[in-house]
């Protein structure tokens, strides 16, 4: 499994934390042999970018775009080759926004992104389809209770 992570922010960022949550995250649904980039901005960055791929002027949480477009989650755990799965964006302005305002720590709201996103990237998705959105959120249940410890208060 390989994590890469870049941070354009000015905020640091536990490197180590976020490549921990990768790996729980990808054992626990067995995408073993996985590669995913991880990228942090900050709200201009962000609004770009959702602007430019989703037509929404105005920043957002986290983005994912996937390498894997058309493969069923379980045809993906069969390939028996480095699976690059695409990248995860999060603005880290946003993510310090939303958990002051959850009361919960910034590494929290990280995780919470991060995991978000992931899903995302194999597949899962909350929009335009409540059954669809059902399955997310409990799936993210699920693996936010992983290494609760890691995640902060």
Do not use: C, P, W
């Not at 995250?25 to 042999?33: P, Q, T």
């Not at 201009?44 to 493969?71: A, C, H, P, W």
């Not at 926004?97 to 597949?123: D, Y």
């Amino acid at each position: 499994m390989q994590v890469m992570i870049q941070n354009h922010s000015r905020t640091k960022i536990d490197r180590q934390r976020v490549k921990r949550r990768v790996s729980h995250i990808f054992k626990k649904l067995g995408y073993l042999k996985s590669e995913i980039s991880i990228l942090f901005i900050d709200d201009i960055e962000m609004r770009v970018l959702n602007k430019r791929y989703r037509g929404k002027d105005k920043t957002t949480d986290v983005l994912s775009f996937s390498q894997i477009d058309g493969y069923k989650n379980s045809k993906l755990r069969t390939l028996n080759t480095e699976l690059l799965l695409g990248d995860v964006v999060i603005s880290v302005e946003t993510a310090k926004r939303q958990a002051k305002e959850r009361g919960h720590s910034f590494n929290r709201e990280v995780l919470i992104l991060l995991t978000h996103g992931i899903l995302h990237l194999l597949g899962y998705d909350h929009e335009g389809d409540r059954k669809k959105a059902v399955e997310m959120r409990r799936k993210e249940k699920e693996l936010m209770s992983l290494g609760v410890s890691e995640l902060g208060s």
